[in-house]
């Protein structure tokens, strides 16, 4: 703490000389300067003492006749008369408080917490909408509407906060349990129709089948009754299941242009960098990308400490792509048509067995429709709850 | 020394063993603390009157206290206290003569 105070301060080594030097010293001591390590090295006597006092002893030691020399200078006021000229030192050091006092009132990153169904981009979407990015000012954020928008926008989170740590904003979300699809196994229903179709066979696993094998049933109709009545005239209501196949059909229709475009990629892939700070991006690149392209962006932050900066690289990918525009003939669009309701029907009827198919393409002046019919075997079997007035007894066990 | 002071030195030193004080309260005068024979604290001084590294004189007005050794050096110092180092030989203290003319 003394070696502090004196570096401070400044504090010079000199050189005494004479034949009163003790008397010079004692002069010094009721004089209330401050000497400290005087010994004698070399044959001379040195001591220390504060740069501003050493005129005053220099004065006591010429009263006594001795002579006194500065030997060496030490401390923060030679430092700083050295430097005195190098005014961009200072310029520089009031930039970089002045910078961060400025900058430390602006949003430098935001981080998404919490989230697993909704994703942090959609989040941050949301949140730039209604003021929140990196180069905000944080006085004009609303963090309470935010939240608002937030909760509103997107109807999935049980709480939300937003959160201020400096310039790093946090937004902590907590998603909600979605309800889950399904009739809870206590609650009476029946089995329904999905579609129309012609009944296959009928497996009832708890209810009464109110259906059977070659029976038209429209859809929405009772296959499986959950409302069961018992020889005493009492009626049980039973959480109904079943497998019922039916024979249904089913129409897709496409259309196709003879006048057509078909985009393609290239295979072609370019990529350009932009320096992005508080959300502007400056390229880093002469000249465009010349034609159609899709693009993707990914991001490289600056951290420090593991907290991210708003200071980057944004490295945009460009896939090319082309788009040719085709005059089809008739048996081109045909052809088009046949691909695309293959791959159609590979989605539509996974899990279904089909027993006939059938095409049918109208030609007009401008393209070809095709309306393609299927004759499937499917389950359409679908549970319905029944609503009661009153809470209905639990039956346990067997369909009937 | 008069005689009056000669009686007043005796008046004291009896009160002093009596009480059993130590010295320098009553009769005040130079105090040497010797640490290790490699540091000295010499208390109630008036002046320096020599310094050099084998010797260091020090007085207040009645005694002058004499530090004998190699390579002293004053550590530190304020009116009345100064802090020696070096090896100290010899601690000397001599009763001044009191100027009759």
């Known amino acids: 703490m003394v070696t502090a105070i004196r570096q401070l301060r400044g504090w010079v ?174 609650d009476p229903c029946d089995v329904v129709a999905k579609y129309d179709g012609v009944i296959q066979s009928v497996e009832p696993y708890r209810g009464k089948a109110v259906v059977k094998p070659n029976d038209f049933v429209r859809k929405g109709s009772i296959l499986v009754s959950g409302v069961v009545e018992d020889a005493f005239e009492k009626t049980h209501y039973y959480h109904a ?13 496409l259309e196709q242009p003879f006048d057509a475009s078909v985009t393609i990629k290239t295979g072609e892939v370019q990529k350009r960098n932009y320096l992005t ?25 600056l951290s420090l400490f593991g907290k991210e900066l708003p200071f980057g690289i944004t490295e945009r990918t460009f896939t090319m792509k082309q788009t040719d525009h085709l005059t089809l003939d008739e048996a081109g669009a045909k052809r088009l048509l046949t691909e695309q309701v293959q791959q159609k029907e590979a989605e539509e009827f996974a899990d279904c067995k089909i027993l006939a198919r059938e095409y049918n393409f109208t030609t007009t002046e401008t393209g070809v429709t095709l309306s393609a019919d299927y004759t499937v075997e499917q389950d359409i079997a679908e549970q319905q709850q029944i609503y009661l007035s009153q809470q209905p007894e639990e039956n346990p066990t067997e369909s009937e | 020394m008069g005689k009056q002071k000669k009686h007043k030195h005796a008046v004291v030193d009896k009160i002093n063993r009596a009480l059993d004080l130590s010295p320098d309260l009553l009769l ?62 010899s601690v000397e203290y001599q009763e001044m003569q009191p100027d009759r003319g």
């Open chain 1, 13 to 186: 080594s000199f050189s005494l000389e004479g034949a009163e030097i003790g008397r010079v010293l004692s002069d010094a001591a009721h004089s209330e300067l401050m000497v400290w390590r005087v010994a004698k090295r070399g044959g001379v006597v040195q001591g220390r003492c504060y740069a501003r006092e050493y005129h005053r002893l220099a004065r006591l030691a010429r009263k006594r006749h001795c002579r006194t020399r500065v030997v060496k200078r030490h401390g923060a006021p030679f430092v700083l008369n050295r430097y005195r000229w190098r005014w961009g030192v200072v310029a520089g050091a009031v930039i970089v408080v002045a910078a961060s006092l400025i900058l430390s009132n602006f949003v430098w990153s935001v981080e998404v917490n919490g989230n697993v169904n909704v994703t942090t981009k959609e989040i941050l979407q949301v949140a730039k909408e209604n003021g929140l990015t990196e180069g905000a000012l944080k006085a004009g954020i609303d963090y309470n509407d935010i939240e608002y928008q937030l909760k509103k926008q997107f109807n999935k989170f049980a709480w939300i906060s937003i959160n201020e740590n400096g310039t790093h904003i946090t937004i902590e979300v907590s998603e909600l349990n979605p309800k889950p699809d399904i009739l809870k196994f206590t």
């Open chain 1, 241 to 253: 299941t079943a497998e019922v196949i039916a024979q249904v059909e089913h129409t897709l229709t």
């Open chain 1, 277 to 301: 700070i508080f959300g502007l991006r400056i390229p880093l690149f002469i000249g465009g990308v010349e034609g159609e392209y899709d693009t993707s962006d990914s991001y490289s932050w």
């Open chain 2, 28 to 89: 005040g005068g130079i105090t040497v603390e010797v640490i290790s024979g490699r540091q000295a604290v010499v208390e109630g001084i008036k002046n320096i009157l020599e310094y050099d590294d084998n010797v260091v004189r020090v007085n207040d007005n009645k005694t002058e206290v004499r530090l004998v050794g190699t390579g002293l050096s004053l550590r530190c110092m304020t009116p009345e206290n100064i802090v020696i180092d070096g090896v100290i030989h």
